[in-house]
């Protein structure tokens, strides 16, 4: 049996619940399970380390399931001349790309010119960006006339147009790609949990923090994970662990936030208001943002970079202003713009902005504009800031700073991740043959099977592989028992938010699928689903008032 049909790691809850429980230590515990805290369990058990990893709800719950759907080096990071932090995310994106080609792709950019000054300008910095991409380039930019941006994206709104630029980035699928790596982490020996809660930190007689006490959210039995190094990664929420940790050590929680959370918004509508398979970039928006038009699993989202929020909610809701100002700016550069009533879904995302943590009697340590890594008093390492780009090179860093706190021994093995193919992936040895028989996946169209990878041929043998719940969509039933056997879905939302997207792209039509859906999952589960949890958290989704 080859390696694209044989069966995957299953994830059945009690097993693996059972198998955490009773191992007696392990080297690192992780807590978060987004893109940072699963690429460092991937890193650290990669390296021959023995490694747990909890989430508190689900995989890429959070900030990592509500991106722009953007691999990329940060344009506007060139602009501010940081050349260092574009030099890594051009690298990273490269590595991305390569080890899981069925969720990231690369993907064409148009810069409408409006101003005669604006083609030659942004060409000449995109010019810069290709150089500083080097080999890892994904192709060249070019100075557009006005009639060829007309005839690469026919809705751009053409009066005043006078040219544009063209350049290259990717896009991916985000919270599969999360799912990939908890799957290849638990693959090389982690284990990798979601929905168990960490109630408290535990300390060693001397101050060390030595694990956490932890409850499950099905069954709310609680047990005790023992770690010689915890790592906190659970982005814009770490201060919240940062209290646990000091309250823990001296019964104190007063400590200096290192978050300064935003929201970014971001709405779906039709291919019809976006029919390119070129992504729109706006550099400066009326109030000096960015705009995106990018098509991505049949539809486009719609967004701009983020604005400050001063809370912390779970499931963060667009603001009505956001998504008035996206439509209305969207209209400054779309021949049919959409309106208010054509949006199929909308949602924000939080972002934790890194502030400096005051000198307290404890290490900081900054890395980047981007993420910084800080080490408390008890040893605990704490991550957060950076973008979904450069996650690889941020667990790097976080295991260095783990080694120079000397929770981690000094003497490991280098990084073994940079060219380490993620679950999906064609291996290296099945080489050419392999790729070209795997679904050919393009995110601008519905991937359907292709976002499965090497694993197709596999959900194409379960019962209902033949059995459409959503043919524009193309979700089958096969899918979803996939969703609960191998991929650690617990809930409706899991599978229509996370390992489908379809909460994302039409939220009514994810409302209306969730009763079947929680009926399959049922007769997975051995119990009960509810679908009424989900519907309402779809209809604030489809709410874009």
């Known amino acids: 049996m080859t390696l694209a049909t044989q069966a995957p790691l299953p994830t059945q809850r009690p097993q693996l619940l059972r198998r955490l429980a009773d191992t007696p230590a392990f080297d690192v515990l992780v807590i978060g399970g987004g893109a940072t805290g699963l690429g460092v369990a991937l890193d650290a058990v990669t390296r021959g380390l023995s490694v747990a990893l909890v989430e508190a709800h689900d995989f890429a719950k959070g900030t990592s399931s509500r991106a722009t759907k953007l691999v990329h080096g940060g344009v506007r990071y060139l602009a501010q001349g940081n050349v260092a932090l574009v030099r890594e995310a051009l690298h990273e994106r490269a590595a991305l790309l390569e080890n899981a080609?069925?969720?990231?792709?690369?993907?064409?950019?148009?810069?409408?010119?409006?101003?005669?000054?604006?083609?030659?300008?942004?060409?000449?910095?995109?010019?810069?960006?290709?150089a500083l991409a080097g080999r890892d380039g994904l192709g060249a930019t070019q100075c557009l006339s006005r009639e060829r941006v007309q005839a690469l994206a026919?809705?751009?709104?053409?009066?005043?147009?006078?040219?544009?630029?063209?350049?290259?980035?990717?896009?991916?699928?985000?919270?599969?790609?999360?799912?990939?790596?908890?799957?290849?982490?638990?693959?090389?020996?982690?284990?990798?949990?979601?929905?168990?809660?960490?109630?408290q930190l535990l300390h060693a007689s001397d101050g060390r923090v030595c694990g956490a006490e932890v409850v499950d959210q099905e069954t709310h039995a609680r047990f005790a994970i023992q770690a010689t190094c915890v790592i906190n990664a659970t982005g814009v929420w770490v201060d919240a662990l940062r209290q646990l940790d000091e309250a823990g050590r001296q019964g104190s929680a007063a400590v200096p936030p290192m978050v300064s959370p935003s929201q970014g918004t971001h709405i779906v509508v039709d291919r019809q208001f976006w029919p390119s398979e070129h992504a729109l970039l706006v550099p400066k928006t009326r109030d000096g943002r960015v705009l995106f038009a990018v098509p991505w699993l049949g539809s486009v989202i719609l967004g701009t970079t983020d604005r400050a929020r001063s809370d912390l909610p779970l499931e963060p809701r667009p603001q009505a202003e956001e998504i008035g100002f996206i439509l209305q700016e969207a209209a400054r550069y779309l021949a049919q713009p959409p309106k208010l009533e054509d949006v199929r879904s909308s949602w924000a995302g939080m972002r934790p902005l890194v502030r400096p943590v005051a000198a307290d009697g404890s290490s900081t340590k900054t890395l980047s504009r981007e993420h910084t890594i800080h080490t408390s008093a008890s040893g605990m390492v704490t991550v957060t800031g950076g973008k979904w780009t450069t996650?690889?090179?941020?667990?790097?860093?976080?295991?260095?700073?783990?080694?120079?706190?000397?929770?981690?021994?000094?003497?490991?093995?280098?990084s073994q991740t940079r060219h380490l193919p993620l679950v999906g992936s064609?291996?290296?040895?099945?080489?050419?043959?392999?790729?070209?028989?795997?679904?050919?996946?393009s995110l601008h169209s519905v991937p359907g099977l292709a976002v499965y990878g090497s694993e197709a041929d596999y959900v194409r043998t379960l019962q209902g592989s033949d059995v459409e719940l959503?043919?524009?969509?193309?979700?089958?039933?096969?899918?979803?028992?996939?969703?609960?056997?191998?991929?650690?879905?617990?809930?409706?939302?899991?599978?229509?938010?996370?390992?489908?997207?379809?909460?994302?792209?039409?939220?009514?039509?994810?409302?209306?699928?969730?009763?079947?859906?929680?009926?399959?999952?049922?007769?997975?589960?051995?119990?009960?689903?509810?679908?009424?949890?989900?519907?309402?958290?779809?209809?604030?989704?489809?709410?874009?008032g």
């Open 154 to 199: 026919p809705n751009v709104l053409a009066q005043g147009l006078r040219g544009g630029v063209l350049y290259w980035d990717g896009q991916f699928d985000d919270a599969r790609l999360a799912l990939a790596l908890a799957r290849t982490a638990a693959l090389h020996g982690a284990q990798v949990l979601n929905y168990l809660r960490v109630e």
């Open 101 to 130: 080609p069925h969720l990231a792709q690369r993907l064409p950019f148009i810069m409408p010119s409006y101003k005669l000054w604006e083609t030659p300008f942004y060409g000449t910095g995109l010019r810069m960006y290709d």
């Open 391 to 414: 996650y690889r090179a941020m667990a790097e860093d976080v295991i260095r700073h783990a080694q120079l706190a000397g929770v981690l021994p000094a003497k490991l093995p280098p």
């Open 426 to 441: 064609p291996q290296p040895r099945e080489g050419a043959m392999q790729a070209a028989a795997m679904p050919q996946s």
């Open 470 to 544: 959503s043919p524009a969509h193309q979700l089958s039933e096969a899918m979803v028992r996939y969703a609960v056997r191998h991929e650690y879905a617990r809930s409706v939302e899991d599978v229509l938010a996370r390992r489908s997207r379809l909460l994302f792209l039409d939220a009514k039509a994810a409302a209306a699928l969730a009763p079947r859906v929680a009926q399959i999952m049922g007769e997975e589960l051995g119990h009960s689903v509810d679908a009424a949890v989900f519907q309402q958290l779809a209809q604030q989704y489809a709410d874009a």
